[in-house]
Each structure stands twice: as C-alpha cells, then as structure tokens.
C-alpha cells in the first residue's frame, strides 16, 4: 500500500513579556506647632468680720427664782394687781351670800372656814420650758477677691503632604510567532 504524502506544519505563537512596577505613595503628616501659656490666678483675698453669739437666759433663771432682783419683784409687783382684784371678787360674793340668809345655811361659818385655809398664791419663779433660753447667731458676710489666670494656645497647622510615582508597565515581544510548513518528501522518479 502506498503512503499519502503529508504537509507539516509548525506554528509557534507569540508571546508577550510584561514588566510591571508598582506606584509608590508616600504620606508625610508633619506634627502641628503647639504652644501653650498660662498666667496662674494672682490674688486670693477673704475678709470676713466676727460672727456674733447672743444667749439670752433671762427667762430660764427667772424659772429657777435665781433671776435678776428687779424682775423678780416686777413678777410679785403685777401678781399683787392680780391678787387684789381676786380678793375684791371674792367679797363680792361673799357679800351676795350674806345677803341671801334668807335662804337657810350657815354663810357665815362656810365663810370662816374658807379664808381659814385660804392660801393666796404668789408665784415667784416664771414657767419652767425648755425653750427658756433664747440663742442667735448673726453671722457676718465673707467676701472672698480673686484675679483670675488666663490660658493662651497657639497653634499651626502644617499641611498634609502626598507623593505619588506612578506605576509603569512595559510591554516587550517575549518570543515571536512563527509558521513552518514543510512539504512532504516527494519520490520525483517514475
């Protein structure tokens, strides 16, 4: 049998080589200045006068009978006025009582029997309280001075710095496309 002659071909293709560099940023933030002074308060300045503490126990040694000799003798002076127009009272209805014998009894020994054992009341000391001393507090105003400090800031704003190199890419013909073709051998004798 008889062999069919065959073309061959051969292809190569082509090929791209790629150089590729990356961009770079850069970022510079320089610190801002920053100054700061400050003035501290000058002068603290209080004044202030004595407060004032007043007790009053006038009252409470007048409930003791110990009090001041004047009050004493004022207190049995106005209780004396009182005892009198008691006494004038009391013979007033004596006097009624006298005046109605018609009605039976004994008004005079019922009399005598009382003012027998009648006792006339002088109280010589005030009435006892636990709120017999008065006490009062004035206190005083206190001024307080002061001069106040002060603080000063200063600052600049540096600005923001960026930088940027730009990425590169290079395109370069790695390998080359080719096309081969060859013929069969071919037997030229007949």
């Given at each position: 049998?008889?062999?069919?002659?065959?073309?061959?071909?051969?292809?190569?293709?082509?090929?791209?080589?790629?150089?590729?560099?990356?961009?770079?940023?850069?970022?510079?933030?320089?610190?801002?200045?920053?100054?700061?002074?400050?003035?501290?308060?000058?002068?603290?300045?209080?004044?202030?006068?004595?407060?004032?503490?007043?007790?009053?126990?006038?009252?409470?040694?007048?409930?003791?009978a110990i009090g001041d000799h004047l009050a004493y003798m004022q207190n049995v002076y106005q209780q004396g006025k009182q005892i009198s127009l008691q006494g004038i009272e009391r013979r007033v209805q004596n006097g009624d009582r006298l005046a109605a014998i018609h009605l039976g009894g004994n008004p005079i020994g019922e009399i005598a029997k009382q003012q027998a054992f009648a006792?006339?009341?002088?109280?010589?000391?005030?009435?006892?309280?636990?709120?017999?001393?008065?006490?009062?507090?004035?206190?005083?105003?206190?001024?307080?001075?002061?001069?106040?400090?002060?603080?000063?800031?200063?600052?600049?704003?540096?600005?923001?710095?960026?930088?940027?190199?730009?990425?590169?890419?290079?395109?370069?013909?790695?390998?080359?496309?080719?096309?081969?073709?060859?013929?069969?051998?071919?037997?030229?004798?007949?």
């Amino acid at each position: 049998m008889a062999s069919i002659p065959r073309i061959q071909i051969f292809q190569q293709y082509a090929q791209i080589g790629l150089d590729i560099t990356q961009g770079k940023t850069e970022m510079k933030m320089p610190r801002a200045t920053f100054e700061m002074n400050s003035n501290n308060p000058k002068t603290l300045v209080t004044s202030s006068g004595k407060a004032e503490l007043r007790i009053n126990q006038d009252r409470a040694w007048d409930a003791m009978a110990i009090g001041d000799h004047l009050a004493y003798m004022q207190n049995v002076y106005q209780q004396g006025k009182q005892i009198s127009l008691q006494g004038i009272e009391r013979r007033v209805q004596n006097g009624d009582r006298l005046a109605a014998i018609h009605l039976g009894g004994n008004p005079i020994g019922e009399i005598a029997k009382q003012q027998a054992f009648a006792e006339v009341p002088v109280y010589t000391t005030g009435p006892a309280s636990r709120l017999n001393v008065d006490v009062q507090v004035n206190p005083t105003k206190t001024e307080i001075g002061l001069e106040r400090g002060s603080v000063e800031l200063q600052s600049q704003h540096i600005p923001f710095e960026i930088s940027r190199d730009q990425s590169k890419v290079d395109v370069y013909l790695l390998q080359k496309n080719s096309l081969d073709i060859q013929p069969p051998q071919m037997d030229m004798q007949i």
